[in-house]
């Protein structure tokens, strides 16, 4: 027998997907490296933990009952045990004892005479199951059980109803990439450098530069740009903490990141609870640290003067951007704070596991207002491009409209069947670059589904569903016309947002964490669960 931590780990972290712990399953395949694992996930079915853990119990029940010449006493336990039962010695001794009386006393009956009916006194009776088939009942003892095929089937059924199957039977094998829309190989360029998971990756704006952060403790910036004629295509940013007097790693992942409007600094949150500004050339312009906990969420604001910030320590803040110092803290949630997103310059909103949405004002020691309704964790929060709107997507399965104009929500789109992972709102409408296209919202879900709305009318558009596993993030392409999914089953999928139709689509080597488009729109990048970055090339 043979039996890895890599493998308990494994079954535990899919446990845990499938049950709808995403975060804490998030969280504990990060600390327990399960993408450095050898295991191929599309080969362990649904319910594996919850299956073996049943095999284990039914062996020892069988254990309990059998004889010291390996035989097994005939009849039912007298009550199943229980999973916690079963790994008591004590509970287990006492079952031992009960079947070996209860045994004295049958094999003592089977010594009693024949009645007149012809039908021994301990024997079955008109109705009474008979063993293996053996209707004279002259066989009090039954071989070790084996297990059929029926009771392996009636495994998997019992494991479906006490956990949500993810993902989905239909899922364990991966599907195929159809020819018509499948990028060569030749226009995909793979970035390798990254000794864990990506978990994020976003273009500069002015720039054909691309950061990516990983669970490394680093950062990095890849150079795409045509005309580069330096020898190295990336820059290492080593996130790094003063330790006795030197600098040394932090060892703790790089959680978000997020470009300048000018595509001259670059920010980073990272696990270690600082947050970094770089200049594109890679050099550490200053340190952050005011947050008590991993930094779950980082962004700029458009006029490039502050940065804002989300924490695990329950509060947001805004940095000064040219100082470092932190201009303002806002406690008000009660737990995690998992997303920010600027309105304008000075106010912003937050959400959280508390279920809350905040919007807060530089200045204002209050929430101008919060936002209440949703019923589990929300996942992540976006302001439409005029500022009017916000969006939110959270674990109660629901995405909402917001409006500063009103309390409740506006709309409460209920369509996908688990978790919403995150939201992006197209660059369409007024106020945007594209005034004469519609403007659409973009929710991604651990149901493997991506969903196009329409927003005015609160109505789904586009259910787009080739992907086999959670879908982790999606983008609008600059001039809104193609959307960019990735998913845990290793690929990006391209689609038209006019008509729903999968354009393009890539199959990788990892899970995909992240996509985004570069600004001219001709590129996107994703980076991926075996640290890679890879960069899809749809220029003609």
Partial sequence: MSITSDEVNFLVYRYLQESGFSHSA????????????????????????????????????AEISINEDGTVFDGRPIESLSLIDAVMPDVVQTRQQAFRDKLAQQQAASALPVSASGNQSGGPKNGDATVNGDENGTHNMILWPQLTPQMERSHLKACADVCVLWPPDNHCEAMEVDVDVEIPASKATVLRGHESEVFICAWNPVSDLLASGSGDSTARIWNLNENNNSNSTQLVLRHCIREGGQDVP?????????????????????????????????????????????????????????????????????????????????????????????????????????????????????????????????????????????????????????????????????????????????????????????????????????????????????????????????????????????????????????????????????????????????????SASDGSVCVLDLRK
């Fill in 250 to 526: 932090s060892n703790k992942d790089v959680t978000s990141l997020d470009w300048n409007s000018d595509g001259t600094l670059l920010a980073t949150g990272s696990y270690d609870g600082f947050a970094r500004i770089w200049t594109k050339d890679g050099n550490l312009a200053s340190t952050l640290g005011q947050h008590k906990g991993p930094i779950f969420a980082l962004k700029w604001n458009k006029k490039g003067n502050s940065i804002l910030s989300a924490g695990v320590d329950k509060t947001t803040i805004i940095w000064d951007a040219h100082t470092g110092e932190a201009k303002q803290q806002f406690p008000f949630h009660s737990a995690p704070a998992l997303d920010v997103d600027w309105q304008n310059n000075t106010t912003f909103a937050s959400c959280s596991t508390d279920m809350c949405i905040h919007v807060c004002r530089l200045g204002s020691d209050r929430p101008l207002k919060t936002f209440q309704g949703h019923t589990n964790e929300v996942n992540a929060i976006k302001w439409d491009p005029s500022g009017m709107l916000l969006a939110s997507c959270s674990d109660d399965m629901t995405l909402k409209i917001w409006s500063m104009k009103q309390e409740s929500c506006v709309h409460d789109l209920q369509a996908h069947s688990k978790e919403i992972y995150t939201i992006k709102w197209s660059p369409t409408g007024p106020g945007t670059s594209n005034p004469n296209s519609n403007i659409m919202l973009a929710s991604a879900s651990f149901d493997s589904t991506v969903r196009l709305w329409d927003v005015e009318r609160g109505v789904c558009i586009h259910t787009l569903t080739k992907h086999q596993e959670p879908v982790y993030s999606v983008a609008f392409s600059p001039d809104g016309k193609h959307l960019a999914s990735g998913s845990f089953d290793k690929c990006v999928h391209i689609w038209n947002t006019t008509t729903g139709a999968l354009v393009h689509s890539y199959r990788g080597t990892g899970g995909i964490f992240e996509v985004c488009w570069n600004s001219t729109g001709d590129k996107v990048g994703a």
């Fill in 26 to 61: 998030f969280t504990f395949g990060i600390e327990s490296h399960i993408s450095q694992s050898n295991i191929n996930g599309t080969l362990v079915p649904p319910a594996a933990l919850i299956s073996i853990l049943q095999k284990g119990l039914q062996y020892v029940e």
